[in-house]
């Protein structure tokens, strides 16, 4: 009987250690990758409750800037419940330093602070050296007369009527009643000057007297001031009128008071220009200009609604 023999060799520790090294390598492994899906899942949560509350402020952001941008609402009066205004209406009156104007004006209310108008405004402009005068007649029956009052070496008369936008900003809010709100104002657009002759009574060579208008031959006679008799009344030169066009601009303060919010009462000062497209033929003795620039006072009545 013949006797085999099958050699056998016992695992070598080297050998377990490797297989032991690979196992727990593995195992590490497949934890940070759990790890890094766990950490991914909770990233991927944050960002979206990150983003839905960011869209949560923006849309909440929007409403408030479209309702703000739809109404004004002006501080809280004492005693009274705030009021929602839109619209501002005004009469004004104003003097400056070479004539006068009325205007109206019509205003979008955007915010308490500011204010978009639409203007209109008529009203007249001199040479700032032309000045009324009238002398004194004698004749057998009345004894001395005086004239009527005219302007020496004035040739035509010049009214402006003005349009167009402009913008009113208020620098503060009245905490108080009877306070005054203080702002500032611009405006721009179009004038339109209308040149209306200006007529002498004046004492011709047959010793009779008649309304003449300067004419550019008669200069002699319409400088002459022994043959002036005064101005000539008002309707004289209506069917000879001229139109000069131009533009308007202006900017000054603004002082508002009053103790009701639905009613405007303020006064505005400033300067004001007005350039016309060539020279305004005002006076025979000064040098005529195409602009005039003023200084104004302007006062305003009106109300909100």
């Known amino acids: 009987m013949l006797n085999c023999i099958v050699p056998y060799s016992q695992p070598s520790r080297e050998s377990d250690k490797q297989a032991g090294a690979k196992m727990t390598g593995l195992s590490k492994t497949l934890s940070m990758k759990l790890q890094i899906t766990i950490n991914n899942?909770?990233?991927?949560?944050?960002?979206?409750?990150?983003?839905?509350?960011?869209?949560?402020?923006?849309?909440?952001?929007?409403?408030w800037v479209k309702g703000w941008s739809q109404y004004t609402i002006l501080p809280k009066p004492i005693g009274e419940e705030s009021i929602v205004y839109e619209t501002e209406r005004l009469?004004?009156?104003?003097?400056?330093?070479n004539g006068f104007s009325l205007g109206y004006a019509v205003g979008d209310i955007?915010?308490?602070?500011?204010?978009?108008?639409?203007?209109?405004?008529?009203?007249?402009l001199k040479n700032a050296k032309e000045y009324s005068?009238?002398?004194?007649?004698?004749?057998?029956?009345?004894?001395?007369?005086?004239?009527?009052?005219?302007?020496?070496?004035?040739?035509?008369?010049?009214?402006?009527?003005?349009?167009?936008?402009?913008?009113?900003?208020y620098f503060s809010e009245?905490?108080?009643?009877?306070?005054?709100?203080?702002g500032m104002h611009y405006e721009y657009g179009f004038t339109l000057g209308v040149l209306k002759p200006y007529y002498l009574k004046l004492k011709n060579t047959e010793g009779r007297i008649t309304e003449v208008k300067y004419t550019g031959d008669n200069a002699?006679?319409?400088?002459?001031?022994?043959?002036?008799?005064?101005?000539a009344e008002f309707r004289y030169g209506l069917d000879e009128i001229k139109l000069k066009?131009?533009?308007?601009?202006?900017?000054?303060?603004?002082?508002?008071?009053?103790?009701q919010d639905?009613?405007?009462?303020?006064?505005?000062?400033?300067?004001?220009?007005?350039?016309?497209?060539?020279?305004?033929?005002?006076?025979?003795?000064?040098?005529?200009?195409?602009?005039?620039?003023?200084?104004y006072l302007t006062l305003q009545l009106g109300k909100r609604s």
């Not at 409750?49 to 952001?61: C, D, M, P």
């Not at 004194?136 to 302007?151: C, N, Q, V, Y």
């Not at 009245?174 to 203080?182: L, W």
Request: net charge positive.
């Open 220 to 231: 002699d006679l319409f400088l002459d001031e022994t043959n002036i008799y005064g101005g």
């Open 41 to 63: 899942c909770i990233l991927s949560r944050v960002k979206i409750r990150n983003l839905k509350t960011i869209l949560s402020i923006v849309l909440v952001s929007l409403m």
């Open 262 to 295: 639905n009613l405007v009462k303020a006064l505005e000062v400033g300067v004001m220009a007005d350039l016309f497209l060539s020279k305004v033929p005002l006076m025979l003795t000064e040098v005529n200009k195409p602009y005039f620039v003023n200084v």
């Open 245 to 259: 066009p131009g533009f308007h601009g202006q900017f000054g303060a603004n002082f508002t008071w009053g103790n």
């Open 91 to 97: 009469f004004h009156l104003r003097a400056h330093s």
């Open 174 to 182: 009245r905490a108080r009643r009877k306070s005054v709100i203080v």
């Open 133 to 169: 005068q009238n002398f004194r007649f004698f004749t057998p029956s009345l004894g001395p007369t005086p004239s009527r009052a005219f302007i020496y070496g004035k040739i035509n008369r010049l009214y402006a009527l003005r349009a167009g936008v402009g913008t009113k900003k």
């Open 110 to 124: 955007e915010t308490w602070y500011k204010t978009k108008y639409y203007f209109f405004d008529i009203g007249s």
